[in-house]
């Protein structure tokens, strides 16, 4: 047998296959998230592991802490929840609530039903209110919900619902919820560090949010902030929590002064989260913001001058995340393929009621640049005639270039 044949035989063999290293394709990543990740970001996480427990890893952690404090706009407790998204989003529900307990879900999106399937495990009794996907909540019915359950023991709602690109009037839900007598909790995934979140101000008791979207850090970890209030309820339950790994009390006091041992923290997550934070700081969080604003702005005129829509309300859509209604004919499935295999440009899929009607286009983060928005809309020209849509050549690249001169983005991604 020569070594050509040989080597043949090993690659057939899957268990030989697996254990070769793995090139993975660089993607323009412009769905729901994860966005990229910024260079600095990975360089960081690179640095060498260190203990949880070791005084220069605590120094980390306070700067982590005081960073996230200006993001939230918060004076009250910042820390992480290991994890996604979606952690952060159980810590909440199974600290501050016990079973029995009554909890209002406003839903207006995919992630909202992600909330009741938690409550539900918990044991918790769940009152809905409802909207249309591309809504938000009407404050009336949340009133009117909290007024008929007197008991009701917490109230949640989504700031940016990535599903159905909204964006949440946050102050006046939580000022019910407050009226009431009940916490208050938001999913601020998709909002944080790329539209304002004001903690303190909207007088929010927990709220959680994701490294991976407008911080351009890799998926894995999960900012949060709790109110005083928050955490008192959660020391006083009359049951423990019924995740101790999730237990909101418990991980605040490893994060607290005394760092009292909980479990083993991703060590290499929070440097790379540290890093995020610095370039936030280095851009500065208002201009962060603006920058999300203006090339939103320039995606949505590219896509008017070919015809495409939202079914989001313009008054409350949310510039992270566009929804494009798709035109009679035109398959998902097949635009979002010819995306990624043709011109490596990842776009997500619709969820829930806008399941194979819309494309969702993500801007954030490192992903948030101007050639990024050139670049889908030139594939987009290109693409929908093949799949039955007639559009006007240059017109979308020229939409959004005048809209950018008329009124710059402050690009400041390195």
Not at 25 to 46: D, H, N
Request: hydrophobic content about 40%; charged content about 20%; aromatic content about 6%.
């Amino acid at each position: 047998m020569t070594s050509t044949q040989s080597e043949n035989g090993r690659m057939a063999d899957p268990n030989y296959l697996a254990t070769r290293s793995r090139s993975v394709p660089r993607r323009m990543i412009l769905g729901p998230g994860p966005s990229s990740a910024s260079p600095r970001v990975l360089r960081a996480m690179s640095q060498p592991i260190i203990g949880y427990l070791d005084p220069a890893f605590f120094e980390i952690l306070e700067d982590v802490q005081s960073m996230l404090s200006r993001v939230f706009l918060t004076s009250q407790t910042t820390m992480t929840v290991a994890g996604a998204g979606s952690a952060g989003m159980e810590a909440g529900l199974s600290s501050l609530l016990e079973r029995g307990d009554k909890a209002i879900i406003c839903v207006n999106g995919f992630f909202c039903e992600r909330q009741i399937l938690m409550c539900e495990r918990l044991g918790v009794e769940v009152v809905r209110v409802d909207a249309e996907y591309g809504r938000t909540v009407d404050p009336q019915l949340l009133e009117d919900a909290l007024k008929a359950n007197p008991d009701t023991k917490l109230v949640s709602a989504i700031h940016a619902e990535t599903s159905a690109g909204v964006l949440q009037d946050i102050a006046t839900l939580s000022g019910l919820a407050h009226d009431h007598g009940a916490l208050f909790m938001t999913d601020v995934v998709t909002s944080l560090a790329g539209t304002s979140v004001e903690f303190d101000a909207w007088e929010v008791d927990y709220a959680y949010g994701g490294s991976q979207k407008c911080l351009a850090a890799p998926p894995g970890i999960s900012p949060v902030a709790v109110s005083d209030r928050a955490l008192e309820h959660v020391r006083n339950r009359k049951t423990l929590p019924s995740s101790w790994y999730l237990d909101l009390s418990l991980i605040a006091n490893y994060w607290g002064p005394d760092h009292v041992h909980h479990h083993t923290t991703p060590v290499s997550m929070i440097y790379g989260l540290r890093e995020a934070l610095v370039l936030v700081e280095e851009e500065g969080l208002e201009t962060r913001w603006l920058r999300h604003e203006k090339v939103a702005g320039a995606l949505r005129a590219g896509l008017a001058a070919l015809g495409l829509d939202s079914p989001v309300d313009p008054e409350h859509r949310l510039n992270q995340l566009t929804v494009v209604t798709l035109p009679e004919g035109v398959d998902d499935a097949e635009l979002r393929s010819a995306l990624l295999n043709e011109y490596s440009i990842e776009v997500g899929r619709g969820l829930g009621q806008f399941a194979g009607k819309v494309i969702r286009v993500g801007l954030m983060g490192e992903s948030c640049v101007p050639a990024n928005v050139f670049a889908l809309l030139n594939a987009l020209e290109r693409i929908l005639p093949r799949l039955g849509y007639e559009v006007p050549q240059g017109e979308a690249v020229a939409a959004a270039s005048m809209t950018l001169a008329d009124d710059p983005s402050p690009v400041a991604v390195v």
